[in-house]
């Protein structure tokens, strides 16, 4: 079986900060909002992997606590996200998130 | 963690179980005057709390948060924008369709992420308390149930947001990886830190500015101001900014990050661009909430000549009264001119009276409204004798004292920008309006006592500081 301690912390890092940046991607290029929730999600876990990867180093339990922190977060960011995109639906009937941008000035 | 803690923690403990009474007795009497009164109280409450002497006071409590002046000046400030903010919402959304009482519960709920911000000493309650106070947010601006910017905005501020974050979340993770701390003051200095320590650090700094929407990264502070209903505008325009401002404060207190050359390069590059982009783009704007956006970016930008300061002045505690002096300044003039705007959008109509020309001939029609935004503008502008003078003031001695040119030389040109602006609001409400282009209300006897206060605390705290610096001093332990 392998350990963590056996995965090189660089190799972690490196897969945190993939996911980091197809998150980053997906929210720039996508325009759809469920979309730009679930990159945001992946972002929140690239962070979550990155806090776990470093409380493995030095053994620490506050890497895990941070886990569970960035998890509650991303679930509540979620819950208003979706209720926000429901709301969307109702009144503009898409969900582009473009076309919804009368704010300027 | 002893049961002495708890004295020192008195306001979060009354405001938290006050949430709970709060939840309780709206499930019970479903009607905006129970949840407005109860919020009122519940924030009152906390007021009185952070009052309460602790019998044996110990400021750090376990590391993961410390309650000394910083936080609770901060405490008060929230506590008194949370009370000023539901005030001004009462009416407001007495005129609109949807059910007003879970806004007072958010309202409540944000204040104390805000709090918590105030205190956070660790990573960990520094997120808490943020996105407390976020996802709040994301449900107080899009609260109306008819008309679009509402939803816009939220949505808007929910994306952007969720990147900022999780962007300032990856960089305290990479420092956690390399120091293997959480709490701020087991960072250390900056001296000798590794490059994943420093790119961790340049990514809360980008996280950071988004929330204090320090220029580049305001992009989304005119769009979020203008969509949002112009109460929840004014709260996040203050309490949310300020206890990010409290939160920087600190850890560069503690970790004295701005003694970093490449640190203090980013902040003054920050702090240029928002301070002229600011006042530049602002020149530009015909919706009033836009306006105010963009001043406040200035003004953030103002405010972070104080921290710059901090590792260029002989003693940091002079820094920190500033951000204390401004930041208390800040709040008066923003929550009187947002105060302003929403008691004017306080009708039937679907959307708020914030484009400009709806101001005309405002001296007429609603006085005593019209003067306060008169020296909340005033102040906003830093015209003497008011508590933006003041504050402004104390920015350029600390500025000067640290040897800051490039800053102070921009705040004076950022100034000097902004009065034009300023001075076209206040001009826009002289003039004799040529049609009702916003339907007439009148304003509630409450509402408009809280603006007056606000406008009076405005000219008395400008003309005569000396109470305010004496608390300020007493709370930092100067005097």
């Known amino acids: 079986m392998m350990t963590a301690a056996e995965i090189p912390l660089e190799h972690v890092l490196v897969l945190a900060v993939l996911l980091f940046l197809i998150g980053l991607t997906g929210v720039l290029v996508r325009r759809n909002v469920i979309f730009l929730l679930m990159s945001l999600e992946i972002m929140m876990n690239a962070c979550g992997l990155a806090f776990v990867a470093a409380g493995a180093r030095w053994a620490d339990p506050d890497g895990q606590i941070m886990y569970m922190l960035v998890l509650s977060l991303a679930a509540a960011e979620v819950a208003v996200g979706l209720g926000l995109v429901l709301q969307l639906e109702r009144r503009m009937r898409h969900l582009d998130i473009d076309a919804a941008s009368e704010l300027s000035g | 963690m002893t049961v002495g803690d708890l004295w020192v923690l008195a306001p979060y403990v009354i405001v938290t179980a006050g949430k ?11 009607t905006p005057g129970v949840s407005l009164w109860t919020a009122v ?50 009416t407001y959304l007495a005129g609109r369709s949807g059910e007003a009482e879970e806004f007072y519960i958010l309202l409540v709920v944000a204040t104390l992420g805000a709090m918590t911000m105030g205190a956070a000493n660790h990573f960990a309650a520094l997120l808490l308390g943020l996105e407390i106070l976020s996802v709040s947010l994301y449900v107080l601006i899009g609260y109306p149930e008819e008309g679009h910017p509402p939803l816009e905005a939220a949505l808007k501020y929910l ?33 000798g830190w590794s490059a994943i320590t420093v790119l961790g650090h340049a990514m809360m700094i980008a996280g950071i500015a988004f929330k204090l929407s320090l220029a580049p990264f305001h992009m989304w502070t005119p769009d979020v101001y203008q969509g949002a209903p112009a109460p929840v505008t004014g709260y996040l325009a203050t309490v949310s900014k300020g206890a990010m401002v409290i939160v920087i404060t600190r850890y560069a207190v503690s970790t004295d990050l701005f003694s970093s050359d490449s640190a203090f390069n980013i902040l003054l590059v920050l ?60 709040f008066a003039m923003s929550l009187a001119a947002f105060g302003a705007v929403s008691i004017l959008s306080s009708s039937e109509a679907s959307r708020d009276a914030d484009h400009i020309d709806d101001l005309e001939g405002l001296f007429w029609r609603q006085p005593l409204a019209s003067v306060v935004l008169t020296v909340s503008m005033l102040a906003l502008a830093g015209i003497p004798l008011t508590m933006g003078f003041m504050a402004k003031f104390y920015v350029i001695t600390t500025g000067v004292e640290g040897a800051l040119w490039l800053l102070v030389w921009s705040l004076v040109i950022g100034s000097a920008i902004a009065i034009y602006y300023y001075l076209r609001v206040v001009i826009v409400m002289t003039r004799p309006a040529k049609e009702m282009v916003y339907p007439q209300n009148d304003a509630a006897s409450l509402e408009l006592t809280a603006l007056t206060a606000l406008g009076v605390t405005i000219m008395v705290f400008g003309i005569y500081p000396t109470p305010l610096i004496t608390l300020v001093r007493t709370l930092l332990g100067l005097a």
Do not use: C
């Open chain 2, 20 to 30: 709970l009474v709060h939840l309780l007795a709206v499930s019970f009497w479903r």
């Open chain 2, 41 to 90: 109280a519940v924030l009152v409450a906390g007021v009185v709390g952070l009052a309460v002497e602790a019998p044996e006071p110990s400021e750090i409590l376990t590391g993961f948060m410390v309650v000394d002046g910083l936080t609770t000046f901060f405490n008060g400030l929230a506590l008194v924008a949370a009370l000023a903010t539901a005030v001004f919402a009462r």
């Open chain 2, 159 to 191: 994306v952007l947001s969720g990147v900022a974050s999780t962007t300032m979340l990856f960089g305290i993770a990479l420092v956690y990886m390399e120091l293997g701390t959480l709490r701020f003051d087991a960072i250390g200095d900056p001296a």
């Open chain 2, 271 to 330: 702090a240029v661009l928002s301070m002229i982009g600011g006042n530049v783009l602002a020149l530009l704007q015909t919706n009033i909430k836009r306006l105010l956006a963009y001043s406040s970016i200035a003004h953030v930008g103002y405010l972070m000549i104080a921290l710059a300061a901090l590792a260029r002045i002989a003693s940091p505690d002079v820094a920190v009264e500033t951000v204390l002096m401004y930041l208390a300044a800040y």
